[in-house]
């Protein structure tokens, strides 16, 4: 059973800043693309950083030059570190993983998996 476990959220003052984690565990034989997204009451999901497999990083333009996305593949684990937030930055956040599983017993599949999130709050 793969499991997404994100940590590091938490309510902190505007220009401060957090680091969110998302562990990766069970049976995967890889992980291609790893992204946080991020969502508000009301509103669809927005992508906010991804990195690739041989980390290669995007960001969306309201996050630029704030936040950095890493990953740590020895772990399976990605990282947001978020500096000078904002209380725009509010929002639910989310990690989302390309993996490669066992399937069967002699074959694999691609999927793409959820973490559950977890709460970023920023004050003004």
């Known amino acids: 059973q793969v499991q997404l476990k994100e940590s590091g959220g938490g309510l902190v003052q505007a220009g401060g800043s957090l680091r969110l984690s998302c562990a990766v565990s069970?049976?995967?034989?890889?992980?291609?693309?790893m992204r946080w997204y991020r969502q508000t009451p009301g509103n669809q999901r927005e992508l906010v950083a991804t990195?690739?497999?041989?980390?290669?990083?995007n960001y969306a333009n309201s996050v630029k030059g704030r936040f950095t996305i890493s990953r740590d593949n020895a772990k399976n684990t990605v990282y947001l570190q978020m500096n000078n937030l904002k209380p725009e930055d509010t929002a639910r956040y989310y990690c989302?993983?390309?993996?490669?599983?066992?399937?069967?017993?002699?074959?694999?599949?691609?999927?793409?998996?959820w973490g559950q999130g977890t709460q970023v709050t920023v004050s003004s």
């Open positions: 989302n993983v390309d993996i490669r599983e066992p399937f069967g017993s002699t074959s694999y599949r691609d999927s793409n998996r």
């Open positions: 990195i690739s497999g041989d980390d290669n990083t």
């Open positions: 069970g049976a995967i034989f890889g992980i291609n693309d």
